[in-house]
């Protein structure tokens, strides 16, 4: 027995079924939201409606982006001759936040996962494989998460991108700035390992 409105029992199942989302913050959610200000409550609404209605992938990244073409793939101050693979488009800002990578994208928009049903068909794969053939990529550096399906799927990449004759490199993973040793877990110390760079 449901002791909410049918409308509030709505609202707090939509929260519910967000990622990460139980069904305890979902109500509290549901309960801010209704507090609201009705202006504030549709503007939020809104927001969420024209993200849906604006917001699409780029062309050639396959990146979010309001436009045809992503900011990124646009520039011309970026290095054209490296892509760097990501599973979904917030792993594009983790790498940008480091300031560091000046090359372009190209997001997959998930990894192979036999046991959810993820197939190479389900993955944004044929559009990579346009890019290295039609472009002057020079290195395909494989951004996936160090997890079984992400590693999969960067092993199966690395064997398509074989024939191009191109370079296709590994993020290196290891031991984390400020960490202990004794705290590392054994594939961790043996990437960071195989990782190692001369001093």
Do not use: W
């Amino acid at each position: 027995m449901s002791f909410f409105p049918a409308s509030l029992e709505n609202l707090i199942d939509k929260f519910a079924s967000l990622p990460g989302i139980g069904r305890k913050s979902a109500q509290r959610l549901a309960f801010y939201v209704l507090a609201l200000p009705e202006e504030e409550a549709l503007a939020f609404a809104g927001a969420i409606t024209e993200a849906k209605r604006q917001v699409h992938t780029c062309r050639i990244c396959q990146n979010l982006t309001e436009g045809e073409i992503c900011p990124i793939c646009s520039s011309d101050r970026r290095d054209r001759s490296t892509i760097c693979v990501v599973s979904e488009p917030k792993d594009v800002l983790s790498i940008e936040r480091g300031h560091e990578y000046n090359g372009l994208y190209h997001v997959l928009h998930g990894v192979l996962s036999p046991m959810a049903h993820v197939g190479p068909d389900d993955l944004r794969i044929k559009e990579l494989l346009h890019r290295v053939a039609e472009d002057e990529v020079e290195e395909v550096i494989m951004a996936t998460n160090p997890d079984t399906e992400g590693e999969a799927t960067a092993m199966y990449l690395s064997r398509l991108l074989k024939p191009f004759n191109i370079k296709v490199t590994r993020l290196a993973y290891g031991i984390p700035v400020g960490s202990n040793l004794e705290f590392a877990d054994d594939a961790t110390l043996n990437r960071a390992i195989e990782g190692r760079t001369e001093m």
